[in-house]
């Protein structure tokens, strides 16, 4: 009696498991944000990264707390750490990971790479990606990002073909998926932040949002864009000498087989056995590999990353012109 309920609950467990909601949202505690803001901002523009604890609960997963690993920390020195955590019942049960990025420069094949060594393990897990040259500009950069299931499908398979992109309907901007973030605090913590609250209703960042110079951060965009747009054209340059040695190869392959044909009829005249059409042996029968559509799609959707931070700087920058044009009027 004791192995069937055993067992029941078992079958219970995993088939729960087989059907866990699609992840919707990402809750984060306030005093979490501002841990990995705090981390990303002391060693920027260096790139750092740490892992998320908290829980994974319905359709979202609740961030408490974030983990700073620094780059002279050892595999060793992060596992003693997370066992650490669990002694002194804190939370240490990973969902994932934050890192840091440079003008939304994030979009990597090493992203995807880390995105499948953790989704061995966790079939929900997360990326909080946070720019600190972006939050300068008045913007608060801070994103929850996860790969779509028709990606990762094509990636265990590591088929980025044209048909098989076709066949899935799968484009560039299919590759990632933003999942809205909830940042939260308790009761106690806000009744705090409202006693911080100064008596000006007008403090020093709003001032800073009235900045007029914004040409560095533009610059940087545009060169990392134009770096973008010159590995998309040698990406297309690959792609253009594919498919010209693939009609060169279909040509000799026509020639070859006219010829064949002939000389089969030469034999059957003659009363001989004719010759098979195809000859493995042969190097034009030889299948050409079809170069992979990963990194053009990767580019791609960095490309239209830098588009819209310029398109947004350039729209407030017009809004603050005009805004100091009535000033001046008045």
Known sequence: MANTMARSFLQAVSSSEEVSPPL??????????????????????????????????????????????????????????MRCLREVNVDNNTIGWYQSTLLGSFQTVELIETFMNYQENIRRCVC????????????????????????????????????????????WVDIFEEIPIKISNSALISAF?????????????DYDRLKLSTAPYMERNLEFLIDCMEDLSSEQNKFQYYYRSLSRQQAQQQAWLQKRRVENMARKAAGEEPLPEEDPSNSIFKTIPEPSHLDSYLITNQISNYCNQINGVAGQNFSRLYLMKALHEN
Not at 193 to 203: A, D, G, I, R
């Open 193 to 205: 932040m409202t006693e911080l609250e100064p008596e000006s209703p007008v403090c020093q960042c």
């Open 24 to 81: 919707r949202v990402v809750q984060m505690e306030g005093l979490a944000v501002l841990k990995i803001i705090k981390h990303c901002n002391e060693f920027s523009p260096a790139l750092v990264t740490g892992q998320l604890l908290g829980l994974d609960v319905g359709s979202g997963v609740f961030l408490k707390s974030p983990t700073v690993f620094l780059s002279r920390w050892s595999q060793l020195s992060a596992v003693e750490m």
């Open 128 to 171: 909080i990606i946070y720019d600190p040259s972006r939050s300068s500009q008045g913007a608060f950069a801070l994103k929850a990002l996860k790969l779509t299931d028709s990606f990762m499908d094509l990636h265990r398979k590591n088929n980025f073909t044209g048909e098989k992109l076709r066949e899935k309907k799968l484009s």
